[in-house]
């Protein structure tokens, strides 16, 4: 996933379209601009086995060698550092409006964002 994503969508339209049984998210504001290392609603299959919307922080703990900074993308599937991570207790759906992939423009980079219709069109200036 990108290292920037934003969700404006209601919570009550994240309930219904992922089937969330149990909303633990809060009062939840809408997000224009994620980033890693900050908190954002997931939805996930609870001990219960009912799917529960939560507030958690995003990234993967990387590994210790590398100071444990948190990741968002895993390329190395066969390292024995992320293969316990990739067990299905530890998936989740992660509910997004856009997201933005930088553009490599001069002086500094610009993100470009990518929706499903134009109710998400931002400048860099918006995140």
Not at 13 to 21: K, M
Not at 30 to 53: H, K, N, S, W
Not at 55 to 64: A, N, Q, S, V
Not at 116 to 125: F, G, T
């Amino acid at each position: 996933m990108c290292n920037l994503y934003s969700l404006v969508t209601p919570q009550a339209e994240i309930r219904a379209s992922f089937g969330v049984s149990a909303d633990r998210a809060g009062n939840m504001p809408p997000l224009p601009g994620i980033f890693p290392d900050q908190r954002a609603p997931i939805v996930r299959v609870g001990d219960d086995g009912e799917r529960t919307m939560e507030m958690f922080r995003w990234g993967i703990p990387g590994p210790k060698q590398f100071g444990e900074h948190p990741v968002t993308n895993v390329r190395n599937v066969k390292s024995p550092h992320w293969r316990p991570w990739l067990k299905p207790e530890y998936r989740c759906l992660v509910p997004v409006s856009s997201f933005s992939e930088y553009a490599d423009t001069k002086p500094k980079k610009t993100p470009t964002w990518f929706a499903l219709n134009e109710d998400r069109v931002a400048s860099a200036d918006e995140v």
